[in-house]
């Protein structure tokens, strides 16, 4: 017979239950949980034709980016991105803004693109015209009919996306290319005529386009990236060493010298932005290292070089600087006879430096 005093279950009725326990916890939020999903369809365009596309400034912001399998389009990238792979694209045309790594184009035809880079490759294409900003050796494998010119463009984040990519616009490799394919007594690449225009080959967006509200210019005096002659050959025997060391105006003043020299009929052939340690400038610069050591022990930065060629640069860039520069630590060419020793001295420590 049971016993009528039986102990009570310690276990809650479910009424009980809901009533002591009616809120749950919150889950916890971490940080991965806040950001904004990403949709891979915002990083690509693909198998569009006869179309005006692209991304707008801010849109990337530093994404991987992939085009594929267009045709007859015009492509406007107008933002910082990590790297970017062009497959498969016929008869485009193509802007893309600065990227931190490589650009890529794979199996395409026809191609005409003005593009700014840490690394530019090609494998298997045919017939592309490049205005290029290239921070190392450009390379082409199989590709033939590729033609190559200095990036010469403007829109008003551009600045503002090259230093968000981490490239100077000083270092520009865009005429020393590298064909890992060649073909005896064929040439696979060659330079566009100076007289190239970006806007004959890359027009810009037209006014009914999503990409109107961009002010483009492809004026080189406009232009970012500094126009240089690169690897055409010099119209003058005498070139003329100017470095600027490191200051609070050091671009601004190299863009100055540039535009006081071609204002006088002087060429730009090369420029370069690199870290010198005080050992460096001992060699580099040899019976007149001794100032600008003393500088580079004081002020740390980078210096930016440029070449200038013409007859009579030597002393036109030594009047400009007495004229402009006066406040600021520069080493420019003193003699037009060993002015040719100093470029190389210079320019052949910067590419070691920077393994070209």
């Known amino acids: ?50 179309a005006t596309v692209g991304r707008l400034p801010g849109k990337l912001n530093g994404q991987q980016f992939v085009i594929q399998e267009c045709e007859n389009c015009n492509i406007f990238v107008f933002d910082h991105s990590a790297t970017v792979t062009i497959d498969d694209c016929v008869n485009c045309r193509i802007v893309l803004g600065p990227v931190k790594g490589s650009v890529f184009f794979r199996d395409c035809k026809d191609i005409k693109c003005v593009v700014a880079c840490q690394q530019f490759r090609t494998r298997d294409c045919k017939k592309m015209e490049v205005f290029l900003c290239c921070a190392t050796q450009p390379i082409i494998e199989s590709s033939t009919g590729m033609k190559f010119g200095c990036f010469q463009y403007y829109y008003p984040e551009l600045a503002f996306h090259f230093k968000d990519a981490g490239l100077s616009i000083f270092n520009n490799n865009w005429s020393n290319i590298h064909d890992f394919t060649p073909v005896s007594e064929q040439n696979n690449w060659s330079l566009l005529p100076e007289s190239a225009s970006v806007l004959d080959s890359v027009p ?29 050959r010099k119209d003058s025997e005498e070139s003329c060493l100017v470095v600027f060391f490191a200051g609070d105006y050091t671009t601004a003043n190299a863009r ?16 370069k932005e690199v ?82």
């Not at 990409?211 to 126009?227: E, G, N, Q, T, W």
């Not at 200038?308 to 060419?333: P, R, Y």
């Open 275 to 356: 870290s010198m340690r005080p050992e460096d400038v001992k060699r580099v610069f040899q019976n007149n290292a001794d100032d600008l050591v003393e500088w580079t022990n004081k002020v740390k930065g980078p210096v930016i070089a440029l070449e200038l060629n013409g007859d009579g640069v030597v002393e036109a860039c030594n009047n400009a600087a007495a004229e402009v520069f006066s406040g600021t630590k520069i080493f420019i060419s003193d003699n037009k006879n060993t002015s040719a020793r100093d470029v190389d001295n210079f320019f052949n420590f910067a590419d070691m430096q920077m393994g070209l």
């Open 1 to 50: 017979m049971g016993c009528c005093f039986s102990k009570k279950s310690k276990r809650k009725s479910p009424e009980k239950e809901d009533l002591t326990n009616n809120t749950d916890e919150a889950p916890k939020q971490y940080s991965w949980d806040k950001r904004e999903k990403v949709d891979p369809k915002d990083y690509m365009l693909t198998g569009l034709k006869d």
């Open 256 to 271: 100055k010298m540039i535009d006081e020299a071609t204002s006088k009929g002087l060429v730009l052939i090369q420029t």
């Open 204 to 232: 810009a967006p037209d006014a009914e386009s999503d990409f109107k509200s961009v002010r483009v210019s492809a004026d080189p005096a406009r232009s970012i990236v500094p126009l240089t002659k690169g690897g055409r």
